[in-house]
């Protein structure tokens, strides 16, 4: 077994090429896609701690689909021989194990394999037609809400802002996180309507939640900003404008506290109405930060087109900071570029006080992470404001 890392958009192997290894992901994302009438379907993103290829170490078909590393990758590389020969070389119960595993891993493979992929897509489709009702249910009822996690002024330990995490309130099921439904939902365009619930909702929370603060404490405190995820489909028209510009009337708040998150896959696909929408959003005194930096294909020349005025720094170079020198480089440049260019640095995925105390030492101003605190609902983002 040997680690390898791999750059963004390089392909770890191509459908049909030849198989003799597997591959553990230690860090970053791989997409899975398979090429059918021309077209690329992709079939899974894996992450950290998933598996890929294994097929490989029980025969030798070729590889039934193409791996391509999405973001910077680490990966350990498991030989076929190293597996045969070290079992040979190991105790016998350990080699008996090990092997009945395989066996068993042959067997869900074989059971899969007629039709390969038929049989999965279709499983696919079924989800997603399954989810999306659900989802325009759940809109129907109001099951969407934000959760808040602090945005934490490095300096001072003191609260300078909340991001707001969308959850699915569902009945039958009770809170589910978004990697369960953020994929069907922006698949469907459901997206820009938990984005517009989030959005309302967090704002009204928040000030509601100062408000209440303030009454108990009886005197005015800091304002706090309010960041809110932007999925990318919400550049195709000027509707978001709209209601930012409907929110920011109603509610007679001031606007530089709304910070919106996007990600560049916002900006990818139609880059002129991307900047149309950033512009008016900019006019209406409303800031924007650029989500999960670092992580994409082409930043920089997104941060120079673009009316982007603060960057979030992905939360696996934040991670890693005590055991790679490649992140603390990455995490360096990126502070140095916010500095030279004006920009409000945020770091993601705090867990640690030692991370939090390298990060400020590097010079960040915010941070938000478990270490602080993991995102709570309406009442607990209350409370910890009254603490
Ligand atoms: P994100 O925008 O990168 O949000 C940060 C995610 O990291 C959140 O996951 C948060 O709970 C998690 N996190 C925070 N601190 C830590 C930490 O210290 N360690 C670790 N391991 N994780 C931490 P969550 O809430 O599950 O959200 C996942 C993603 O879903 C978000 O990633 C965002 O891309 C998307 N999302 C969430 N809410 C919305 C929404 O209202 N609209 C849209 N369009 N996307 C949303
Ligand atoms: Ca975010
Ligand atoms: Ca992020
Ligand atoms: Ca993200």
Same mark, same amino acid.
């Given at each position: 077994?040997?680690?390898?890392?791999?750059?963004?958009?390089?392909?770890?192997?191509?459908?049909?090429?030849?198989?003799?290894?597997?591959?553990?992901?230690?860090?970053?994302?791989?997409?899975?896609?398979? $090429?059918?009438?021309?077209?690329?379907?992709?079939?899974?993103? =894996?992450?950290? /701690? %998933? @598996?890929? !290829?294994?097929? #490989? &170490?029980?025969?030798?078909?070729?590889?039934?689909?193409?791996?391509?590393?999405?973001?910077?990758?680490?990966?350990?590389?498991?030989?076929?021989?190293?597996?045969?020969?070290?079992?040979?070389?190991?105790?016998?119960?350990?080699?008996?194990?090990?092997?009945?595993?395989?066996?068993?891993?042959?067997?869900?493979?074989?059971?899969?394999?007629?039709?390969?992929?038929?049989?999965?897509?279709?499983?696919?489709?079924?989800?997603?037609?399954?989810?999306?009702?659900?989802?325009?249910?759940?809109?129907?009822?109001? $099951?969407?809400?934000?959760?808040?996690?602090?945005?934490?002024? =490095?300096?001072? /330990? %003191? @609260?300078? !802002?909340?991001? #707001? &995490?969308?959850?699915?309130?569902?009945?039958?099921?009770?809170?589910?996180?978004?990697?369960?439904?953020?994929?069907?939902?922006?698949?469907?365009?459901?997206?820009?309507?938990?984005?517009?619930?989030?959005?309302?909702?967090?704002?009204?929370?928040?000030?509601?939640?100062?408000?209440?603060?303030?009454?108990?404490?009886?005197?005015?405190?800091?304002?706090?900003?309010?960041?809110?995820?932007?999925?990318?489909?919400?550049?195709?028209?000027?509707?978001?404008?709209?209601?930012?510009?409907?929110?920011?009337?109603?509610?007679?708040?001031?606007?530089?506290?709304?910070?919106?998150?996007?990600?560049?896959?916002?900006?990818?696909?139609?880059?002129?109405?991307?900047?149309?929408?950033?512009?008016?959003?900019?006019?209406?005194?409303?800031?924007?930060?650029?989500?999960?930096?670092?992580?994409?294909?082409?930043?920089?020349?997104?941060?120079?087109?673009?009316?982007?005025?603060?960057?979030?720094?992905?939360?696996?170079?934040?991670?890693?900071?005590?055991?790679?020198?490649?992140?603390?480089?990455?995490?360096?440049?990126?502070?140095?570029?916010?500095?030279?260019?004006?920009?409000?640095?945020?770091?993601?995925?705090?867990?640690?006080?030692?991370?939090?105390?390298?990060?400020?030492?590097?010079?960040?101003?915010?941070?938000?992470?478990?270490?602080?605190?993991?995102?709570?609902?309406?009442?607990?983002?209350?409370?910890?404001?009254?603490?």
């Amino acid at each position: 077994m040997y680690r390898k890392s791999i750059a963004p958009g390089i392909v770890v192997f191509g459908e049909g090429a030849p198989a003799d290894c597997a591959y553990i992901i230690e860090r970053g994302s791989v997409e899975i896609a398979i $090429e059918r009438d021309g077209r690329l379907v992709v079939l899974a993103a =894996l992450g950290p /701690g %998933e @598996i890929f !290829g294994e097929a #490989a &170490l029980i025969d030798d078909d070729l590889r039934p689909a193409t791996a391509t590393a999405r973001t910077e990758l680490d990966v350990l590389v498991v030989p076929r021989d190293a597996i045969g020969e070290s079992l040979r070389a190991s105790q016998p119960d350990i080699y008996s194990l090990v092997t009945s595993l395989l066996m068993r891993l042959q067997a869900v493979h074989d059971r899969r394999a007629s039709p390969p992929v038929a049989g999965a897509m279709r499983d696919d489709v079924v989800r997603t037609l399954t989810i999306e009702g659900e989802l325009r249910q759940g809109l129907d009822n109001d $099951e969407f809400e934000p959760f808040f996690q602090p945005i934490v002024d =490095l300096d001072t /330990g %003191e @609260i300078a !802002g909340f991001e #707001a &995490l969308a959850r699915w309130r569902k009945p039958d099921r009770g809170l589910i996180p978004p990697i369960e439904f953020i994929g069907v939902a922006e698949q469907t365009g459901l997206i820009r309507e938990i984005d517009a619930v989030v959005l309302a909702s967090a704002w009204k929370s928040l000030a509601s939640a100062q408000e209440a603060v303030a009454g108990k404490k009886g005197r005015s405190t800091k304002p706090l900003f309010l960041s809110i995820n932007i999925a990318a489909e919400n550049f195709v028209d000027m509707q978001l404008v709209a209601n930012v510009r409907k929110l920011l009337g109603t509610a007679g708040f001031d606007p530089s506290l709304l910070k919106l998150e996007i990600t560049e896959s916002g900006l990818i696909n139609s880059p002129e109405i991307a900047y149309r929408v950033l512009t008016e959003l900019r006019s209406l005194g409303v800031s924007i930060a650029l989500d999960d930096f670092g992580t994409g294909y082409s930043s920089l020349s997104y941060l120079h087109r673009f009316p982007i005025d603060s960057l979030k720094i992905d939360r696996t170079f934040v991670n890693a900071l005590a055991s790679s020198d490649r992140s603390r480089a990455i995490v360096r440049t990126i502070v140095g570029l916010g500095q030279s260019m004006s920009l409000k640095v945020i770091a993601e995925g705090i867990e640690e006080e030692s991370t939090a105390d390298m990060l400020r030492e590097m010079g960040l101003q915010y941070g938000q992470g478990y270490h602080y605190s993991m995102p709570v609902g309406r009442a607990s983002m209350q409370q910890m404001l009254l603490g």
